[in-house]
């Protein structure tokens, strides 16, 4: 296994998001702010009304139904048209939040990654993915929803709904087989048989996606409906498309190391550190742009360098989200101020990752 697993790849040849990322001996993952709602009181029973994507807008307030419903929309492997309901979401099940945004397209890793093209699934205002029954992944992904497990509400108030819990015992024989389904089985016959392999939606995000070229125009016109994205960043991004397939220009850039240095600050949640200048962490990196595996995204990290942010976390276990397995990273990787993808870079991707960045990287701010 490489010193540290990369959260990111090149843009050219594996990835249009800084969500994926490319470990020393190949190994392509995921990376990835936090998006909570308080709880409110209880709120009146609310009307319901089938739900269809054409009825939702940014911002509606939705139920989540309660297990027993998701789990007649699920099949045999516990998914929706390919995607998985997580047994982590359950808790969320009887409640009502907003929606965050469509998420229209991702970034899926099918052996190389790319951008592919969801269907009726939205990303709501909720807690992200803790991996507790993961394995403890930290990935701290985005859960994506179905909206055959939602209903649409009148009411806009977060909280728990009446009667939410009344099938107890629906929810924990559900919750025993979501777990069993989540021990995942490696996925390739050179992957070693003693690691730990999961699945979960980052997993699976292949088989519950299909391929979109960013030459459709449509799927802008989608995203300018739906999450109301600004014709400006829509042009913008064609443009530049446009000009780095006439030059022949990634997202990439090349370090002078052959080993990549590392730095052991030790940093923890609440420390201050300032984030080197861009020609200091190129002197890092590879020829692939990347510091011991971990690929710097210069479209989506450059525009931080030089401010003064606070750990937010320590990334320290993934998942590996081409075969499943459970990774412990050499080098821990760190996130400040939960900064995440924006996508702007990527089509408009909607999984919203977190950055990760290496010590080396950093500097710790003295008092």
Same mark, same amino acid.
């Given at each position: 296994?490489?010193?540290v697993?990369?959260s990111?790849?090149? !843009?050219?040849?594996?990835?249009?998001g800084?969500a994926i990322g490319?470990s020393q001996? =190949?190994?392509?993952?995921?990376?990835a702010?936090?998006?909570?709602?308080a709880p409110?009181p209880? /709120? &009146?029973?609310?009307?319901?009304?089938?739900?269809s994507?054409d009825?939702?807008r940014l911002g509606?307030w939705?139920?989540?139904? *309660?297990a027993?419903?998701i789990e007649?929309s699920l099949?045999?492997? =516990?998914?929706?048209?390919?995607?998985?309901?997580?047994p982590?979401m359950?808790?969320f099940?009887?409640r %009502?939040?907003q929606?965050?945004?469509f998420?229209?397209k991702v970034c #899926?890793n099918?052996?190389s990654?790319?951008?592919?093209q969801l269907e009726?699934?939205?990303?709501l205002k909720?807690e992200r993915?803790d =991996?507790c029954f993961?394995g403890?992944?930290q990935?701290?992904?985005?859960?994506?929803?179905k909206?055959?497990?939602l209903?649409?509400s #009148?009411?806009?108030t #977060?909280?728990i709904l &009446?009667?939410?819990h009344?099938?107890?015992?629906?929810?924990?024989v559900? +919750?025993?087989r979501?777990?069993?389904?989540s021990a995942?089985?490696p +996925?390739?016959?050179?992957?070693?048989?003693s690691g730990r392999?999961?699945?979960c939606?980052a997993t699976?995000?292949?088989?519950?996606?299909?391929?979109?070229? !960013?030459?459709?125009?449509? %799927?802008?016109?989608v995203?300018?409906?739906t999450?109301?994205t600004?014709?400006s /960043?829509?042009?913008y991004?064609l443009? @530049?498309?446009?000009? +780095?397939?006439i030059?022949?220009?990634?997202?990439s850039?090349?370090?002078p190391c052959?080993k990549? !240095?590392?730095?052991?600050?030790n940093? %923890?949640p609440?420390?201050?550190?300032r984030i080197? *200048?861009?020609?200091?962490?190129?002197l @890092?990196?590879?020829?692939?742009?990347?510091?011991?595996g971990?690929?710097f995204?210069r479209?989506?990290? +450059? !525009?931080?360098?030089g401010?003064t942010l606070t750990? @937010?976390?320590?990334i320290?276990r993934?998942?590996?989200?081409?075969?499943?397995?459970l990774?412990e990273?050499?080098v821990p990787s760190?996130?400040l101020?939960?900064t %995440?993808c924006?996508?702007?870079?990527?089509r408009?991707?909607s999984?919203a990752m977190l950055h990760f960045w290496?010590?080396?990287?950093l500097?710790?701010m003295?008092?």
């Open positions: 296994m490489a010193d697993v990369d990111k790849a090149k !843009p050219e040849d594996k990835t249009e800084s490319r001996d =190949g190994a392509l993952i995921g990376k702010s936090l998006a909570s709602v409110a209880v /709120s &009146p029973t609310p009307s319901r009304d089938p739900l994507l009825q939702l509606d939705v139920h989540v139904k *309660s027993d419903a007649q099949d045999l492997d =516990g998914t929706t048209e390919g995607l998985p309901f997580m982590e359950l808790a099940c009887g %009502q939040f929606i965050a945004r998420a229209n #899926a099918i052996g990654v790319e951008i592919r009726k699934v939205v990303v909720v993915c =991996g993961h403890g992944c990935m701290s992904c985005e859960f994506l929803w909206v055959d497990w209903e649409q #009148a009411d806009k #977060a909280g &009446p009667n939410a009344s099938h107890r015992p629906a929810t924990n559900l +919750k025993e979501l777990v069993q389904l995942g089985m +996925k390739q016959e050179t992957a070693e048989p392999f999961f699945r939606q699976e995000l292949g088989q519950a996606s299909h391929h979109s070229s !960013p030459l459709h125009f449509k %799927q802008y016109l995203d300018r409906k999450n109301r600004p014709w /960043s829509i042009l991004f443009a @530049t498309l446009l000009v +780095k397939k030059l022949k220009r990634g997202d850039v090349s370090g052959k990549t !240095p590392a730095s052991n600050l940093l %923890q609440g420390d201050q550190v080197k *200048s861009f020609d200091e962490i190129l @890092t990196l590879d020829q692939r742009g990347c510091n011991r971990l690929w995204d479209a989506e990290m +450059k !525009p931080f360098c401010k750990v @937010t976390r320590r320290e993934v998942i590996h989200e081409e075969t499943g397995e990774l990273m050499k760190i996130v101020n939960e %995440q924006s996508g702007l870079a990527r408009f991707c999984r290496r010590e080396v990287w500097e710790r003295d008092g």
